[in-house]
C-alpha cells in the first residue's frame, strides 16, 4: 500500500496543513479574494517553470542555482502550507548544497533524483489543491 494519498479530503489534509488552508481561507473571506487558490495557483505555475529551469541546471551541473531554485520553492511551499512538497524541496537543496558535489563524485546525479521525488511531490500536491473545494 502506498503512503501517498490521491484524491479526496483526506488527501489534501495529508499533503496540506490544515492550518495554513484554514487562515489563508479565513484571509480570503476577509478580503474578499480567493486567497488560497491564487496561491496554489500561482506556486503551480511557478514551479512547474522553476521544474523546467532546474532540468537545465542540471544538465549544465549549475547545482549553486539549482540550489538557490530549491531553496525558493521550500519556502514558497511552506507558506502555503504544503509540508510535503516543501520537505522535497529542502531535500533538493541539501543534495545541492553538499561541498562534496561534483560530476564525478553523483551529486548531480543524487540532485537528478531529489528534483524527481519532487516533481512526484508536486504532482501529489496538485492532486490535494483539485480534491480541495476552493470556493467554500
Known sequence: MSDR????????????DPAVVDSLRQL????GRDVLG???GLFLSTADAQVGVANELLDRADLPELARIAHALKGSGGVIGARRLSAA?????????RPDRS???G?????RAALARFVDELEVFRC???ALDLTR
Not at 488527501?11 to 496540506?16: D, I, N, P, S
Not at 480570503?28 to 478580503?31: H, L, V
Not at 529542502?90 to 545541492?96: D, G, I, P, V
Request: negative net charge.
Open 5 to 16: 494519498p490521491t484524491r479526496g479530503p483526506d488527501a489534501a489534509e495529508a499533503v496540506l
Open 28 to 31: 480570503g473571506e476577509r478580503s
Open 38 to 40: 491564487e496561491l496554489t
Open 89 to 97: 524541496a529542502a531535500a533538493l537543496e541539501q543534495t545541492c548544497g
Open 103 to 105: 560530476v564525478a563524485g
Open 107 to 111: 551529486s548531480v546525479a543524487e540532485s
Open 128 to 130: 490535494a489543491v483539485a
